[in-house]
């Protein structure tokens, strides 16, 4: 079945450090690919997506690639802010409506 | 953006007591809502998927009768933990659909997090 395998957390870093949060996903077909991000107290938010092989998805500083030969979606930023202290969700999906989700990696910046 | 409500927040119930939780969609009419489940360093388990009006469709391992979900209108929909034991501690997320013409989003609720003592 469908699986996302994301790196396990906590992650730290000091603000401005570059961050890179590994995401591998096995799936049937050709899945859309999603970050979500949970801030402290809130519903997980749809960060960026990315729908076929090679599309860049890009938010708020935040990229990812989507990479059909290694079937990775990593989400990379260039320089993180105290602000994006939150839980960072991979998901794929597949056809049907069904989000499947990794396990979440918590990413803690400090000043 | 489009907001999902969850009512309560946090609950602490007895074990074998009924506890019912509440999602709302505030300002989008939610035709497809889904109930997860999210264990400690787990991933987000999907528990059902309700659209309005008609009966909730169960994954499997789920038992229906355990997890009443209701999905009485477009804005509302309720999962009723019963006969709660210890083991159905957990964070339970709703999520409705919103938008058409292929371009429905997922909207996400903060979450509630249940103990049974």
């Known amino acids: 079945g469908d699986s996302v395998t994301q790196m396990e957390g906590p992650v730290t870093l000091s603000e401005e450090a570059f961050l890179t949060i590994n995401c591998t996903y096995t799936a049937t077909g050709y899945p859309s690919l999603f970050w979500y991000v949970q801030y402290p107290g809130e519903g997980l938010q749809l960060l960026l997506k990315?729908?076929?092989?090679?599309d860049k998805g890009s938010n708020k500083g935040f990229e990812a690639t989507y990479r059909k030969e290694t079937t990775s979606f990593h989400l990379e930023k260039g320089s993180v802010q105290v602000s994006d202290s939150a839980v960072y969700f991979c998901?794929?999906?597949?056809?049907?409506?069904?989000?499947?989700f990794g396990k979440g990696t918590k990413l803690s910046v400090i000043p | 953006g489009a907001v999902v409500s969850q009512h309560p927040s946090r609950v602490i119930c007895k074990s074998g007591t009924s506890v019912k939780i509440e999602c709302r969609s505030l300002?989008?009419?939610?035709?497809?809502m889904f109930w997860y489940r999210q264990f400690p360093k787990k991933s987000l388990m999907l528990m059902a998927t309700?659209?309005?009006?008609?009966?909730?469709?169960?994954e499997q391992g789920v038992e229906k009768d355990k997890f009443l979900i209701n999905h009485a209108s477009l804005t509302l929909s309720t999962l009723t933990v019963t006969s709660a034991h210890p083991e159905d501690s957990s964070f339970y997320i709703c999520?409705?659909?919103?938008?058409?013409?292929?371009?429905?989003?997922?909207?996400f609720g903060p979450g509630t997090r249940l103990l049974v003592l």
């Open positions: 999520s409705a659909r919103g938008g058409s013409g292929g371009q429905e989003t997922q909207y």
């Open positions: 990315a729908t076929k092989a090679d």
């Open positions: 998901a794929l999906k597949a056809g049907s409506y069904q989000l499947t």
């Open positions: 300002d989008f009419q939610a035709t497809t």
């Open positions: 309700s659209n309005e009006g008609s009966k909730a469709t169960y």
